[in-house]
């Protein structure tokens, strides 16, 4: 009877537009397979042929990958095609895997995400969508998925970031020199032209794996040249930060990604995206959505410090005190200055002005100044006053120094991010036990000498 259940299912899965059914339906088929419960956990008590994988001492169940891909085929709009689904099912093993060893690993260290976290996180994906969160998780019902199953997406999304800023958040560390290069390649590359840009990340999670990722990553190739958008790739198979964007990373000038990033994506046409590249202990493939010409330069601008003290304090002394700004961090805002220039000076903080902004009197003090540069003293309006120069865009359109640092920062968060995941599999016990579609066919056939 249950046998019978399960075929009707399948069967009306062809008519209901159900682009997950073969393979939710090969799920299925695994659970008819002999008991066997060697290895599995004595806190697990359901049906052996129900066990997808093991993670140390937690069981994922086939119930749990069926929700996962059904999750994941909803957010794609059910633009999936049938023969991808065996390597979605490999993705959503691999992901529920990683999920708990990231849940797992948090716990060490008594990392837990709160509900409220949760709700406040589905709260914003319902409202991307112009949903409320009741509203979202009743869609989610209408098609079979349980709440539970995004609330445990959302916890292992947010708790990983978290625990890899608190461990190595120090260790990752942007140099001046890899700022100021990373400007020089961006101010030689400013008169080209721009490309608009999206991504797909493939982390390889050991060496000895590499060719079989490689391999992954040309299905994936292929699956766009039979139509699948890559924007729907991105979202169920990369691992990068875009993902949830479809990989979009927007408007990118050349010189902005790493080298060999960069010299792949400058000669294509819009419309063209690139073989695997390995990067960073990962496979990368980028699309070229668009092309558009360099804009022409603008006016100079300048993000200026300023500190000004009254006529009467003096010549002498207003220098002493004026010529602090220089190294009292000022361009953070002024409110936490490094050292006190006094009680009769006052500093504040003028963003992203031009000559025209600024007052005349002062331009000329200004005009020449460059980065991290203290100007003469200026008379005005009975007040001593000095300018210090915290950036100064050149009205290329170039990314700020600090804009810079915060993308050069979490690229190489993320690169030890991806390597403390890698470490702590290496130390844990992963067992999948659930076969794609073709490798439980390949194990059915006879072997070459007829057994």
Do not use: H
């Not at 004595?42 to 993670?55: Q, R």
């Not at 970031?161 to 608190?166: A, D, N």
Request: glycine share 6%; proline share 4%; hydrophobic share 40%.
């Amino acid at each position: 009877m249950i046998a019978k259940k399960t075929a009707s299912s399948c069967i009306k899965s062809a008519f209901i537009g159900l682009s997950a059914g073969a393979a939710l339906c090969s799920l299925a088929a695994a659970q008819s397979a002999p008991e066997n419960r060697e290895g599995i956990p004595a806190t697990y008590t359901g049906p052996a042929n129900s066990v997808a994988a093991i993670v140390n001492d937690t069981v994922i169940s086939t119930f749990d990958v069926q929700q996962r891909m059904k999750l994941m085929l909803l957010s794609a709009g059910g633009r999936i095609a049938p023969q991808m689904l065996p390597q979605l099912q490999q993705q959503v093993v691999r992901d529920l895997v990683q999920d708990q060893l990231k849940i797992q690993e948090a716990k060490k260290y008594d990392l837990v995400i709160s509900d409220d976290e949760i709700a406040d996180e589905i709260r914003q994906m319902a409202g991307q969508s112009g949903k409320t969160p009741d509203e979202l998780l009743a869609l989610l019902k209408k098609d079979g998925i349980s709440g539970q199953t995004l609330k445990n997406e959302v916890a292992s999304n947010l708790v990983w970031p978290r625990l890899v800023q608190g461990r190595y958040g120090k260790r990752a560390r942007v140099s001046d020199d890899e700022i100021e290069s990373t400007l020089e390649r961006m101010r030689s590359d400013a008169t080209q032209e721009q490309t608009l840009i999206s991504e797909i990340c493939i982390p390889v999670p050991s060496p000895d794996q590499t060719q079989a990722y490689y391999d992954g990553s040309l299905q994936l190739l292929e699956q766009m040249r039979k139509g699948v958008p890559f924007a729907v790739i991105a979202q169920q198979f990369s691992a990068c930060t875009t993902a949830a964007a479809g990989g979009d990373m927007g408007w990118v000038r050349a010189g902005e990604l790493p080298e060999d990033l960069d010299a792949a994506v400058r000669d294509l046409p819009p419309g063209s995206v690139t073989n695997p590249i390995s990067t960073d202990g990962a496979f990368m493939i980028l699309a070229v959505r668009d092309k558009r010409a360099a804009v022409k330069q603008g006016e100079k601008a300048w993000s200026l410090a300023y500190a000004a003290t009254p006529l009467s304090t003096g010549r002498a002394a207003a220098r002493t005190k004026l010529e602090k700004l220089a190294t009292a961090e000022a361009c953070a805002g002024g409110k936490t200055l490094r050292q006190d220039l006094g009680p009769d000076v006052d500093v504040a903080v003028v963003e992203n002005a031009t000559l025209s902004m600024i007052d005349e009197r002062f331009r000329p003090a200004v005009e020449n100044l460059g980065r991290n540069e203290l100007s003469e003293i200026v008379e005005a309006d009975d007040t001593l006053s000095v300018l210090y120069a915290c950036e100064v865009d050149e009205g290329l359109g170039i990314l700020s120094r600090a804009a810079i640092e915060d993308r050069l920062y979490s690229r190489q968060l993320e690169r030890i991010a991806q390597q403390y995941l890698r470490d702590v599999e290496r130390k844990s016990t992963v067992d999948i036990r659930l076969k794609s579609q073709p490798e439980a066919e390949q194990n059915r056939q006879p072997s070459a000498n007829g057994g």
